[in-house]
């Protein structure tokens, strides 16, 4: 079912470095491609998301690139923090929301 | 203002049994969709409700059944439950206009031994 692939599975980024986790897809009917951060524990939150007809959307210091020729789409984190560490899932929307497998970020002081 | 609230957070049971998650969505959203989220994997979604009607239906078995309630809080039924159904189940809720825009509950951690 899933048809969001997601990389690295698991990512050690250094305090101050930038985190990049990346996802393609195959289904040109997606329209809206949210990313979401999960803590152990918790829900999946919203952290930042964008519609195909754009190529950049920077929140902060989060930022998602979106190669619609490619169909891929990235997430950028700028100055990682150890409170960053999480696991991010990116997703995108048809029908229904399909999720990627998640990537494990750990962010080491 | 509550968020999402799932209940119960953790729950045992044996295969063949059927069990009941229950969710409240945030105060003022009317959809409520729910997923399974398998270990190391993400959220999978299984049907969404509105209106007290299922609206779209993922790739699960029928043994997997929902309602939603006039008050908006919804409850998921597994019946005959099967080892593999050994998952955390999220709601998610958010407004029918606003779609893109859900709002997770802390899930509901069910083990089938």
């Known amino acids: 079912q899933q048809q969001v692939k997601q990389s690295p599975q698991s990512l050690i980024v250094q305090k101050g470095g930038i985190s990049i986790i990346n996802c393609a897809y195959e289904n040109t009917a997606f329209d809206y491609f949210p990313w979401y951060q999960q803590f152990p524990g918790k829900g999946p939150a919203l952290l930042i998301a964008?519609?195909?007809?754009?190529s950049e959307k920077k929140e902060g210091r989060f930022t998602i690139s979106f190669n619609k020729s490619a169909k891929q789409f990235s997430l950028h984190i700028m100055d990682s923090q150890p409170g960053d560490s999480a696991t991010y899932f990116c997703a995108a929307r048809g029908d229904d929301m399909r999720f990627g497998a998640g990537t494990r970020l750990t962010v080491k002081p | 203002d509550a968020g999402v609230t799932q209940s119960p957070t953790h729950l045992i049971k044996t295969r063949g049994q059927q069990v009941t998650l229950r969710c409240s969505p945030k105060s003022g959203h009317d959809t409520v969709s729910w997923y399974q989220q398998a270990l190391g994997q993400g959220p999978q979604f299984i049907f969404q409700y509105y209106e007290e009607e299922e609206r779209q239906r993922g790739n699960f078995p029928d043994r997997f059944s929902g309602h939603q309630f006039p008050n908006y809080s919804s409850e998921l039924n597994v019946n005959a439950l099967l080892l593999g159904d050994s998952a955390l189940y999220l709601c998610?809720?958010?407004?029918?206009?606003?779609?893109?825009?859900?709002?997770f509950g802390p899930g509901t951690r069910l083990t089938v031994l």
């Open positions: 964008i519609r195909p007809d754009v």
């Open positions: 998610a809720s958010s407004l029918v206009r606003v779609p893109d825009t859900q709002y």
